[in-house]
């Protein structure tokens, strides 16, 4: 049984540009969440997909965008890059909360992205 | 709004000793409480789980009590090992938030031989 997959695994960017990470969610999950960690801290919610909608969104800018398939994998997209975006992108899948319950999210393993 | 801290790392321990990581939380209502390790190198994993206060849970060898009087979760265990050594991060989910887990900012342990 596949977990979460994560692509790619590090990438190298310079400001202003653009970046796509991608994820497929672990089999029978169909809710898809974005964290941010930036070294030395805690992951940081960035928004869930759920049904192909985002469905809630943290702290993050408008510049921070994603999308999710109809076979529940999903894309993050950062647009206009900034040194500080510089992290570790974690993807996590779960069941939708709603009818089961348990709190518990399946994490890949993440994207490290450096921002030159 | 919901905060979790974690106590001031990182942590350096010989093997077979007793761990101890504070975490305290502030939020309204009853949120699940969690522990999540992260190897080196790895995503994090769920390392144990409590749903309601005076819950305990427990996973190789690590333990939790949700203790709601003083907004506690602390992780011990009774005797470390070098494959502990990890970066453990306390979370919780304030249950009405679907998936937004708050985490600490995580602990670094290093268990040495």
């Known amino acids: 049984d596949a977990g979460v997959t994560q692509s790619p695994t590090h990438l190298i960017k310079t400001r202003g540009q653009q970046v796509t990470l991608r994820c497929s969610p672990k089999?029978?999950?169909?809710?898809v969440s974005w964290y941010q960690q930036a070294l030395g801290q805690g992951p940081q919610f960035i928004f869930q997909y759920y049904e192909e909608e985002e469905r809630q969104r943290g702290n993050f800018p408008d510049r921070f965008s994603g999308h999710q398939f109809p076979n529940y994998s999903s894309e993050l997209n950062v647009n206009a890059l900034l040194l500080g975006d510089s992290a570790l992108y974690l993807c996590?899948?779960?069941?939708?909360?709603?009818?089961?319950?348990?709190?518990?999210?399946?994490f890949g393993e993440g994207s490290r992205l450096t921002v030159l | 709004g919901n905060s979790v801290t974690q106590m001031e790392g990182p942590v350096t321990l010989s093997e077979e000793a007793f761990l101890t990581i504070n975490c305290t939380y502030t939020a309204t209502g009853y949120p699940s409480l969690f522990w999540y390790v992260q190897y080196p190198g790895e995503g994090l994993q769920l390392l144990l789980k409590?749903?309601?206060?005076?819950d305990k849970g427990s996973n190789k060898g690590f333990e939790a009590t949700y203790r709601k009087e003083t907004t506690s979760f602390h992780l011990e265990k009774g005797s470390v090992q070098v494959s502990d050594s990890a970066v453990y991060f306390c979370a919780l989910w304030p249950f009405t938030s679907y998936g937004k887990l708050t985490f600490g900012q995580g602990t670094i342990l290093t268990v040495h031989p």
């Open positions: 409590a749903t309601k206060a005076d």
């Open positions: 089999s029978g999950h169909d809710t």
């Open positions: 996590a899948s779960s069941h939708d909360w709603g009818t089961q319950n348990t709190g518990e999210l399946f």
